[in-house]
Nanobody
């Protein structure tokens, strides 16, 4: 019943900005934490950013600190990822994920959206 749907991916040039959205649907589920991950061809899945639902505490992967900003809208059950100063190495499929409660694991995953950054 719980579904996460990403949107906002596409093709941009290096240095451009892009915003991704993830909406939670199905039931009355409210997460403890929402996160963004990405995976490029031939590489392991990489942590990008996370935000707690109640207090909005954030955490970022080293490769995106200072360039990406995660935010959430509790009323809309949505999480966003603002990506600035994009680099070709940011090219990947971006996934949103949710934790039901404090845990090292994520319980729900979206289908992903492709972000391609040309040089």
């Amino acid at each position: 019943q719980v579904q996460l749907v990403e949107s906002g991916g596409g093709l941009v040039q290096a240095g451009d900005s892009m915003s991704l959205s993830c909406t939670i649907s199905g039931g009355t589920f409210s997460p403890y934490l929402m996160g963004w991950f990405r995976q490029a061809p031939g590489k392991e899945r990489e942590f990008v950013a996370a935000i707690t639902w109640t207090f909005g505490a954030t955490n970022y992967g080293d490769s995106v600190k200072g360039r990406f900003t995660i935010s959430r809208d509790n009323a809309k059950n949505a999480v966003y990822l603002q990506m600035n100063s994009l680099k070709p190495e940011d090219t990947a499929v971006y996934y949103c994920a949710a934790q039901r409660s404090y845990s090292r694991s994520y319980d729900y995953w979206g289908q992903g959206t492709q972000v391609t950054v040309s040089s």
